[in-house]
């Protein structure tokens, strides 16, 4: 986060064709000819254009995933296996293309290197570990087993947040399985995973096994789970988008997994150390301005530490300096104008709700603000679960402190909210700690750390409205197979 890009560098774009997407291993227009502009929402920078793919593309990139799909199932699998590690080298290659592409397009300060080549090479590490089970028979002249297959073509649609570690996770375990897949990127962040894909078939991932197509997600995004080629979904992003693509894979009867964000709680206990726990849950707020769905969004504290933790988080939130990604701060804009009304209506919500603005609550003012989507980290205290920011994902860099009395009212309020991603828990006691990992409604809980920080292959997804499947643990390949169960029936004794 300390480091100074040169705004004028010109985008490197040996990685990337202007206007081309990815089908069947050419880089080609839409069908349509149409493009979109592509955005650094920090300045409104135009970075490029992409195709504006539509129905008609995903059509012919599911022709290309079928043509690659024998040959690729059929690869061995310790030889998929080889070109994903072939992959994750290049990408360690590109790192610093690859961290400036997404910085530009997500208009993030630069914050240290991207995990991506770590994440593909533990996901390329299961390829060849994808194992049945030898079942128990009835009688001796039967042999039964199960194979993990792949589910053939698979699509997947992510979001703008983290666009190259969500195109890494979705496609590396995808094809990893043996499947070919079709993935459509977010309109507001395409770059980092075109380059991405590119890089794949430098790597020597055959043409038709990773296809990306760019556009809008109600034109190129619906298409994906309503073609009937499609056999299995990834989808990342808001809930009501996510039970649009999940009737639509139920129209075709297919499986999905569902990653939709969150409310996670940071629950401090009086006992925390809170020289450690404030600037913590200050830096996950207003990381990627606040735009990731792990990012703890609301501070559940027993009111007899209360004060003490609404004053050391003011200090840590005023500490995040905010500014453009070339810049040496902590935090950038919100991604577009969309986003950027949404999150001022949250934080009008909140005011005319009653809770007290104790930090931010506007935008920063300033020359270097003039053309950016930017808000200033906001402090909510005071907030009680019902209002509207204490149980909506906002999304930008907006916290909220609700007191409680004590550890049922902590677990209750923690848990009263439809989502059901991460839950953090403050404390030096491990009875607590304990306790507390039983009672959180979340698919991660992190203790005494914002992010769920410093587990290599944990599984990531939620509970509740937060989604189902697991991706990133040692499962996720698994996660990308069907189970087929062989009985084969021989003779005993031979001559029978
Ligand atoms: P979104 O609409 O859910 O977008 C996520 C992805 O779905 C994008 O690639 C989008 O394409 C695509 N999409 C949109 N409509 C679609 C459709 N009808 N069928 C198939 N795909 C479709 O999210 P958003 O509008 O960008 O953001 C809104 C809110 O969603 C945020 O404020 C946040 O609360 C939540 N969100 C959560 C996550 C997360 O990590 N769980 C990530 C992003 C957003 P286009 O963007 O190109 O239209
Ligand atoms: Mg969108």
Redesign the pocket.
Known sequence: MTAVIDPQAALDTELLRDNAHLIGGEWVPAASGETIEVLNPANREVLGRVPRGTAEDVDAAVRAAERALPAWRDLNATARAGLLFRWAELIDEHAAVLDQLESRDVGRPHWGPPPMAGQVRFIAGQADKVQGVSLPTYTPDVVGFTLREPYGVVGA?????APGPMFVTEVAAAIAAGNTIVI?????APLAPLALARLAMDAGIPAGVVNVVTG???EA??A?PSHPGIRRVGF???PV??A??MEACARNLIPLHL???GKSPQVVFPDADLSVAAPAIASGITLNTGQI?AAGSRVVVLRSVHQEVVERLAQAMERISVGPWHQPVNMGPLINGR?HE?VMGYIEAGRSEGADVVVGGGVPRGAEYGDGFFVSPTLFDNVSPDMTIARE?I?GPVLSVIPVDDEAEAIAVANGVDYGLVASVWTEDVGTAVRMSRALQAGQVGINNALGAGVIGGPFGGYKNSGFGRTMGADSVLEWTQVKTVSMRGATRPGN
């Not at 459509?184 to 507001?188: I, L, M, R």
């Open positions: 649609i992510i979001p703008w947040n459509k990127p977010a309109e507001d809008y997600g109600s995004g619906a994906i990342t992003g808001s988008t996510g649009t693509v990653e939709l964000g769905c986003q949404r994902e999304f």
